[in-house]
């Protein structure tokens, strides 16, 4: 029976060795390799994100809501999200916290402040807000960047800044300039009535767009090429058609139309500094702080004063702006340097961008954040205007070369969103006009990105952002030098640098003494400091003497990508340590040095 089995078993053998066999793989071939499945790395984005989220879309105040707190809860050691306390409309002003906790407390950290949708028409803020909170939590462990950001560096993100226009603007008839309001009922006319006259949607569709008649003597055509937009008629031509406005009619019998809507009030004309009323400022409320929504923001950044650099988004037009609002230069030189720096990264972060001063090249702003943020909490800040025509086709051409941006527009509509972004003209009846044509641009066409632009623009936008925040004030205690001199003393030499671009005290921040001075302090066993020195130079040729407990030595400012110098007389009774704080610029120490 063995025998058996044995003589088959070895007849199989033989068997194998006749059949040919494929020639061994040479050493180095990829076939020898072995495949191993995974997901295949994307740059710019997270691989397997906790939080799911498509950003090719708006998303509304409740969907906003609900990704915050995924990521609240989904990275628990990394973020925590709080109410502000509720908007007029009952809606939480929500703010998410982004900061590795095992790293230190968030207000130990330098800190960056994010806020979208102070005008609430213009939608894409709140995303590129949500979007880099997304990123920031998505990406920590994996991207070297928001790594290091988040263990070193404090993230304050309020997506929302007008939470109750928002949904007004996506589910209430509106243009896409509008709602630009909040929604507290404002008498605009002064009739005794509150927004009793706002658009109306004549034909259903919840757009508000403009309305024409046929009119010989009217001053308006159809363009040749893109029908869907009026342009004027030449001087010495026939107009077509008389323009009415935008769709409406006479609500309250006055006479007038469309002239009391929601609101009107303009959220970022009410922040406390260069406040002007609304005589001189039109869209300024009551008094500085008067509306509930910013005041809840403003009380958050007091209490906050790590906050060293800030982003507050808006749309359209690409552009990186920074303050003062008003004509005259009144921002210190040496601020400007710093805008200017970072400023420059931007243009090649975000193509088709612009660095601008608002009050100089675009308008005058009495009351904007902005500038609140910089003059009265040293704050260095930028708004960007998101979104520009040079994205429709990649061309400078926005409306300053042969076509106009309404023409650029309607040929992207033309060509690349199926001529979905306009309604078409057609007539409807009018309550007192008659009938009436109406047509035009869509809300959701004009101010923002399309769906397969709107990633992108988050994305670069997030890039300049972060760029921002990395050049926020970084203090390190670069080298601690000890001499020992006679009758037992010591000379402590400590150069503490700054390692970014961002200085730990604006300029305006020294002038008004908005936060504390930074401190260099000496401790240990025993200790006595019978003088101390600081200067800006490792020479301490203009040295100044601190006479008053000099083992906290107080410094007023750590420019940008320099150092300061303090020099202690000391004798201790064994190691010594320094720490050096700074309320903009962290903090860093070195311990157990010892005295020779």
């Known amino acids: 029976m063995y025998g058996t089995r044995i003589g088959s078993l070895i007849a199989g053998i033989c068997l194998l060795s006749a059949l040919p066999t494929a ?39 409740a969907e906003i809501t609900d990704i915050l707190k995924r990521l609240a809860k989904a990275h628990p050691k990394l973020a925590k999200l709080q109410s502000l306390g509720k908007s007029y409309g009952g809606r939480e002003m929500w703010v998410l916290t982004i900061t590795n906790s095992a790293t230190g407390a968030d207000s130990e950290k330098p800190a960056f402040w994010i806020d979208g949708g102070i005008h609430a028409n213009e939608l894409q803020g709140p995303e590129v807000a949500t979007y880099t909170a ?7 462990g994996r991207v070297p960047q928001s790594t290091e950001l988040l263990d070193r560096r404090t993230f304050y993100i309020l997506p929302m800044l007008s939470p109750d226009s928002r949904d007004a603007h996506m589910y209430r008839p509106n243009n896409r300039h509008s709602p630009r309001s909040g929604q507290r009922p404002v008498d605009d006319d002064r009739d005794g009535l509150v927004d009793e006259d706002g658009p109306d949607d004549l034909d259903g569709d919840g757009n508000i767009t403009m309305m ?74 009551r ?16 209490a906050h004063p790590n906050i060293a650099g800030a982003q507050s988004y808006h749309n359209f037009g690409g552009l990186l702006l920074r303050g003062p609002g008003v004509p005259e230069e009144t921002f210190p030189a040496a601020d400007r340097r710093v805008y200017d720096v970072i400023a420059e990264k931007g243009e090649k972060i975000l193509p088709g961008y612009r660095y601008i001063v608002i009050g100089r090249e675009l308008y005058g702003v009495y009351g904007g954040e902005i500038d609140w943020l910089h003059n009265m909490r040293g704050i260095f800040t930028f708004s960007n205007e998101l979104f520009t025509a040079y994205n429709y086709f990649r061309s400078s051409d926005d409306g300053g070369g042969p076509k106009s941006r309404e023409e650029t527009m309607a040929e992207f509509d033309r060509f690349l969103l199926g001529r979905a972004g306009y309604v078409a003209w057609h007539e409807v009846d009018h309550p007192q006009y008659g009938k009436v044509e109406v047509g035009g641009p869509v809300k959701s066409w004009g101010r923002q990105p399309p769906s397969f632009l709107l990633e992108e623009e988050c994305h670069r936008n997030m890039a300049f952002t972060l760029y921002h925040a990395e050049q926020m004030p970084l203090v390190e ?38 936060t504390p001075p930074d401190r260099v302090t000496v401790s ?23 006479k008053n407990a000099p083992e906290t030595m107080r410094i007023a400012n750590i420019p940008g990508m320099e150092a300061v110098y303090v020099r202690w007389f000391l004798d201790a009774e064994g190691p010594i340590s320094v720490q050096v704080e700074s309320v903009k610029g962290g903090r860093d120490s070195k311990s157990d040095i010892a005295l020779p």
């Open 287 to 302: 008094y500085p702080f008067s509306i509930l929504e910013n005041r809840m923001a403003a009380d958050f950044i007091t």
């Open 524 to 546: 240990g066993p025993g200790l006595r400091v019978f003088s101390g020195l600081r200067a800006d130079d490792p020479t301490f040729r203009n040295a100044k003497e601190q």
């Open 23 to 61: 020639p061994a793989a040479p050493a180095g071939d990829a076939s020898s390799t072995p495949e191993v499945r995974r997901e295949y790395p994307v740059m710019g984005a997270p691989s397997n994100p906790k939080v799911d989220v498509h950003w090719n879309r708006y998303h509304d105040y």
């Open 477 to 514: 205690i670069d080298r601690v030098d000890v001499v020992k001199l006679d009758n037992d003393l010591y000379q402590v030499t400590v150069a503490v640098a700054n390692r970014r671009v961002t200085p730990t005290h604006a300029a305006v921040d020294v002038q008004h003494h908005i």
């Open 212 to 285: 024409r008649v046929r009119d010989p003597a009217g001053r308006y055509k159809s363009h040749p090429d893109y029908p869907q937009i009026m342009v004027p008629a030449e001087p010495d031509e026939p107009g077509e058609y008389r323009l009415l406005g935008t769709e409406g009619f006479d609500n309250d019998d006055d006479g007038r139309v469309n002239e009391d809507g929601d609101g009107y009030y303009d959220p970022n004309r009410d922040w406390g500094w260069n406040w002007q009323p609304s005589y001189v400022q039109r869209g300024a409320y």
């Open 134 to 140: 997304w990123y920031l939590l998505e990406t920590y």
